[in-house]
């Protein structure tokens, strides 16, 4: 017997801003002002773009923020699918459909200390473990690669963390060029 489809939300498109180069936060509130289901860090929704498509994208808002969901959507300047049907139809004030969130990538409840990992767009899921563990008071590290400054999503956010050492940001290209040595970083990790 396979699982029950997620139940489909009413929401309102409230918000659309600029993340980085080519990707926009979406932000969605109720209809009636009323409270969201809640969410854990690394939850995802599935987002009914249109035209038939549904798409899953993670939540990057604060889980602890129960008035709106955020989704960072990455628009391929080639993309044939969801993003960029998206892209051409999503309007501000209209209402779409959005399924519950669930949760295939939760945290680690015993974890005594959190290495994340992320890279460019996928960063989104993270940025809400983020605003968890730091709720929990819990230490975490955060590894971030971008190919350059300009496409960091979350970059003030981000930037804020690197100065008191929770983050580490990585790039690839341009005169930051400071690439993650996987193996080095993975090698000092201690259990726990």
């Known amino acids: 017997m396979s699982p029950a489809p997620p139940s489909l939300l009413d929401l309102r498109l409230t918000q659309i801003r600029y993340a980085a ?11 009636d002002g009323s409270l969201l289901p809640a969410f854990e860090a690394g939850a995802h929704v599935d987002l009914h773009v249109g035209n038939g498509l549904i798409r899953q994208y993670s939540l990057c808002s604060d889980p602890a923020d129960r008035l709106r969901y955020e989704l960072a959507v990455l628009h391929h300047p080639y993309g044939r699918g969801g993003s960029a049907a998206w892209r051409d139809l999503a ?32 960063v989104t899921p993270i940025v809400a473990m983020v605003y968890e563990l730091e709720r929990r008071q819990a230490p975490y590290t955060l590894h971030y690669c971008a190919k350059s400054t300009a496409s960091m999503v979350f970059r003030p956010e981000l930037e804020q963390r690197v100065v008191h050492g929770k983050v580490e940001l990585h790039f690839s290209e341009g005169p ?17």
């Open 91 to 122: 309007r501000c004030g209209e209402t779409y459909k959005v399924s519950a969130p669930r949760n295939l990538f939760p945290l680690a409840a015993d974890a005594t200390d959190t290495l994340l990992l992320a890279a460019g767009i996928g």
């Open 21 to 31: 180069q080519g990707i926009s936060i979406y932000t969605f509130e109720s209809t």
């Open 176 to 192: 930051q060029t400071h690439r993650l040595n996987l193996a080095e970083l993975l090698a000092t990790q201690t259990p726990g």
